[in-house]
């Protein structure tokens, strides 16, 4: 192994931190979604190592063929670039769906009074919401079960910009055993780094006084996302 691979190597677990830690849409929405869904750490960390490597896996599969095809940096960052318009406007989209349903259950979850008379002398009032007792109950399990499928397509569909540059260097000198070790750098740092910030942000959110936000937890989650994915569409 050469000091140009090791130095390469080092670039790639750098670039996938900084990529990682500077896009809060890697981490965001794992940490809203698991607050508004209640999920166990447990959950929420292999939900996030399954949409990281989805994440890496759809940049890879395009440096390879790209490679495989002998095409220019400049036409597979291109083709990137579409792909990560696309994932924003998914993002950006399934978090203003989020957010209206949120803002819809929470409208329905609003505690109300109700006052029931026994006799023409003895009436009384009670007051309670639908938060636990909730109707609908196959509704809401739905919603739960398809929200990760959700966003593991849209990070599967969401590119890793600096990946493939990385990529074409050991590529042009014709180092198989290059491409593979800065791409597993590049992988393992990203979704390390990923499943970390969504690890201990869920944790510093447990410390907030959510108790009097809970019914309208989906809701702060669905503006989260939505504004996550205002946020690419912005550059920011």
Same mark, same amino acid.
């Given at each position: 192994?050469?000091?140009?691979?090791?130095?390469?190597?080092?670039?790639?677990?750098?670039?996938?931190?900084?990529?990682?830690?500077?896009?809060?849409?890697?981490?965001?929405?794992?940490?809203?979604?698991?607050?508004?869904?209640?999920?166990?750490?447990?959950?929420?960390?292999?939900i996030?190592f399954?949409?990281?490597?989805?994440?890496? !896996?759809? %940049?890879?599969? =395009? /440096? *390879? #063929?790209?490679?495989?095809?002998?095409?220019?940096?400049?036409?597979?960052?291109?083709?990137?670039?579409v792909?990560?318009?696309?994932?924003?406007?998914?993002?950006?989209?399934?978090?203003?769906?989020?957010?209206?349903?949120g803002?819809?259950?929470?409208?329905?979850?609003?505690?109300?009074?109700?006052?029931?008379?026994?006799?023409?002398?003895?009436?009384?009032?009670?007051?309670?919401?639908?938060?636990?007792?909730?109707?609908?109950?196959?509704?809401?399990k739905?919603?739960?079960?398809?929200?990760?499928?959700?966003?593991?397509?849209?990070?599967?569909?969401?590119?890793?910009?600096?990946?493939?540059?990385?990529?074409?260097?050991?590529? !042009?000198? %014709?180092?198989i =055993? /290059? *491409? #593979?070790?800065?791409?597993?750098?590049?992988?393992?740092?990203?979704?390390?780094?990923?499943?970390?910030?969504?690890?201990?942000?869920?944790?510093?959110?447990?410390?907030?006084?959510?108790a009097?936000?809970?019914?309208?937890?989906?809701?702060?989650?669905?503006?989260?996302?939505?504004?996550?994915?205002?946020?690419?569409?912005?550059?920011?």
């Amino acid at each position: 192994m050469t000091s140009e691979l090791l130095a390469l190597m080092g670039t790639a677990g750098g670039v996938g931190f900084i990529h990682t830690i500077l896009g809060p849409d890697h981490y965001i929405p794992f940490i809203m979604m698991s607050v508004s869904r209640k999920w166990s750490r447990g959950k929420t960390a292999w939900i996030t190592f399954l949409c990281g490597l989805g994440h890496i !896996a759809g %940049s890879i599969l =395009l /440096g *390879v #063929v790209g490679i495989g095809l002998g095409l220019m940096v400049k036409k597979l960052t291109f083709v990137e670039s579409v792909r990560g318009d696309i994932a924003a406007w998914l993002l950006t989209g399934f978090g203003l769906v989020y957010l209206i349903w949120g803002l819809r259950r929470a409208y329905k979850n609003r505690p109300h009074s109700h006052t029931h008379s026994h006799s023409e002398e003895v009436t009384h009032t009670h007051h309670h919401d639908h938060h636990h007792d909730h109707a609908h109950v196959h509704d809401v399990k739905k919603a739960a079960n398809l929200t990760p499928w959700a966003i593991f397509i849209i990070f599967v569909l969401g590119p890793c910009e600096p990946l493939i540059p990385i990529l074409m260097y050991p590529a !042009a000198k %014709s180092s198989i =055993l /290059g *491409v #593979v070790l800065v791409t597993a750098v590049f992988g393992a740092v990203t979704i390390a780094t990923m499943m970390g910030a969504v690890l201990v942000g869920t944790f510093g959110v447990s410390f907030l006084p959510m108790a009097r936000l809970e019914r309208y937890t989906h809701a702060l989650a669905g503006g989260a996302i939505f504004a996550c994915g205002l946020a690419i569409h912005l550059g920011l």
